[in-house]
């Protein structure tokens, strides 16, 4: 019998920064109980990498059998990369597998004679028995019915007896316990990849039943052995990897569990230096003391934590099948903002069933008010297979046909509505999460009457301008933030406070550009290097004279003047006159503020 060789593994990643988990486990585990197996390729591309570009990498390869970890993000481009591949090399066997393969199997193979293969549910058993199959197949015959026949979790089309094709679908496998799961890393891979961010599972299986998530399948929660787990995080900061993703559905579900974990990471970042983030996904209301108080001493930057709130409306969370203590989550979260040591992000999902606009707006603001260092604003998608998709029926909403079949329009909120949250969630991506504008946002904010009014009111003045028809530079978004507040510090009348108030504005507008990393200088912010007024320039002269000596050995630096006590805003975040100087060193690629004289 011919050997195929290789079998390659391909994995289409939302960015280039991020690895691809399915993949690496699924070969470790095959090379693990596979001794004479055939060289298995992973090939990780992008789903922003043109198709022929990526035909090209797996054509050349060489491969009969190919493989597809199947998502949601990457359906749509999969899709057409395996008909294409059909076409170039008739002759090849292509199976699919991961959640939205094996989510719908049936309809997939109905729908497209590309695939001749889906593995259901967890990949390693199923995949290694399918590949074992299909290495003994010669080119030009078919694999044996019988042999198919046994292997668990596969879906496949088959002859029946009168001569039509039907759709054959295995039973599902015994899940693997825990501490079986081979660790996907090995330690070339690891020195290669050490600045991406890396995805590590501690367990499998969720016990909670949210209406609108796949996890909800798959009640059977497995925790991998504590000592097991230990081990190979230590592995993780021994490699000095840039940032690791727990993806465990709820990490704290077993809270003595969770804490010796979060212990013994902030007692080896104590030892030494540890450059590596840890990300976990938890449940907000679940935390308990003890957890707060450890990491409330982690090192800042080890820990990073995702709370789901997703809505702040009790009668919300009861259709969604999602219990949660909010006011608990409110003051754990507190605390924890407090500490000041742990990032914080914080989601919400909008069109869920029963949530009014003015509703989403206090479940807005109930997270905002929490001052998260990064806050999703997401949106509900209705997944095949969910028990949202059957209440999404029965509540008439609309949603996409295709992948990611996100909501068009809810039982409560319209499709202009949730277009309007688009905006809204463009303008928190844009100015707040990734850093640009959050200290100038954290200032004005308060001159509303909420967070909510805000940002609705920001997105209105956005969209008269033109500011969601095209992708704005960050200079454009600073000055459409300065166009807004403006709108609020002058008042109707002018006078002299006011003036005063909207150069205060623009300044702390100018010092927050700045110390989000931009060395350009548009001229409306005010940049006093660039003023015509002489007198300006004779004091930014003088400036420079009286620090050149203290400064020589920056090669590049700048000074900048505030009409605001620097000192004073630190302390009380408020704005009160004075003519205070900043200097920044320019040498490197971001500037660093120095002093403030």
């Not at 914080?346 to 905002?368: K, R, Y």
């Amino acid at each position: 019998m011919a050997e195929i060789d290789p079998i390659v593994l391909v994995a289409q990643n939302s960015r280039y920064t991020h690895v691809n988990l399915a993949l690496r486990s699924l070969r470790a585990y095959l090379q693990q109980h596979w001794p004479e197996h055939p060289p298995i390729e992973c090939l990780e591309m992008t789903i922003q990498e043109p198709l022929l570009r990526q035909l090209r990498r797996i054509l050349r390869l060489n491969a009969r059998v190919i493989a597809f970890s199947c998502y949601i993000w990457n359906i749509t481009t999969i899709h057409s990369l395996t008909r294409q591949l059909r076409r170039l090399r008739p002759d090849s066997l292509i199976i699919w597998g991961g959640p939205e393969a094996g989510s719908a199997a049936a309809k997939w193979l109905l729908e497209e004679p590309a695939v001749d293969f889906i593995v259901r549910g967890e990949g390693e058993q199923s995949l290694l028995e399918l590949l074992r199959c299909l290495n003994t197949v010669e080119q030009g015959t078919q694999p044996d019915p019988r042999r198919l026949a046994a292997v668990p979790g596969l879906s496949y089309r088959r002859a029946s007896d009168d001569g039509r094709t039907e759709i054959c679908h295995q039973p599902e496998t015994a899940r693997l316990e825990a501490s079986d799961w081979p660790f996907p890393y090995d330690p070339a891979s690891l020195r290669r990849d050490r600045d991406r961010t890396l995805y590590y599972e501690s367990s499998r299986g969720c016990p909670f039943g949210c209406s609108y998530c796949l996890s909800s399948l798959d009640r059977q929660l497995r925790l991998r052995p504590l000592d097991q787990t230990l081990r190979e995080l230590d592995w993780l900061i021994e490699a000095d990897v840039r940032q690791v993703k727990l993806i465990d559905r709820t990490f704290n579900v077993d809270k003595s569990r969770a804490a010796a974990i979060w212990r013994h990471l902030t007692e080896a970042a104590r030892k030494k230096p540890v450059r590596t983030n840890f990300h976990f996904e938890v449940a907000g209301d679940q935390l308990d003391d003890e957890a707060i108080a450890i990491l409330s001493t982690a090192p800042p930057g080890l820990i990073q934590l995702e709370i789901g709130v997703q809505t702040a409306q009790p009668h919300v969370l009861r259709a969604i099948n999602r219990p949660c203590d909010l006011d608990r989550l409110g003051r754990q979260v507190a605390a924890l903002r407090q500490s000041g040591n742990v990032h914080l992000h914080l989601d919400l999902i909008a069109g869920l069933p029963g949530e009014t606009w003015d509703q989403f707006g206090e479940s807005f603001d109930f997270v905002m008010n929490l001052r998260p260092h990064q806050f999703q604003l997401g949106f509900l998608k209705v997944l095949p297979g969910t028990a949202m998709a059957t209440d999404a029926r029965r509540l008439d909403f609309a949603w996409q046909d295709d992948p990611p079949y996100e909501v068009l329009r809810s039982d409560q909120l319209s499709f202009e509505q949730l277009a309007r949250l688009h905006d809204i969630a463009e303008l928190i991506d844009h100015a707040w999460n990734n850093g640009l504008l959050t200290g100038a946002i954290d200032w004005l904010m308060p001159h509303w009457q909420r967070p909510w009014l805000f940002f609705t009111n920001w997105a209105d003045l956005c969209e008269s301008r033109g500011g969601f028809d095209r992708s704005l530079s960050p200079a454009a978004r600073a000055r459409l933030l300065w166009q807004f507040g403006l709108t609020k510090l002058r008042g109707r009348e002018a006078t002299a406070q006011s003036d005063w108030m909207a150069r205060a504005w623009r300044d702390l507008l100018r010092l927050t550009y700045i110390e989000s990393g931009q060395k350009d200088q548009p001229d409306w912010l005010g940049y006093w290097e660039q003023s015509d007024d002489p007198t300006l320039r004779r004091r930014i002269s003088g400036d420079r004279q009286a620090l050149s000596s203290s400064l020589r050995h920056l090669r590049r630096w700048r000074v900048d003047r505030v009409c605001f006590s620097l000192p004073e805003f630190a302390a009380s975040g408020r704005l009160v006159p004075a003519d205070d100087r900043v200097v920044y060193d320019l040498s490197g690629l971001y500037p660093v503020r120095l002093r403030d004289i």
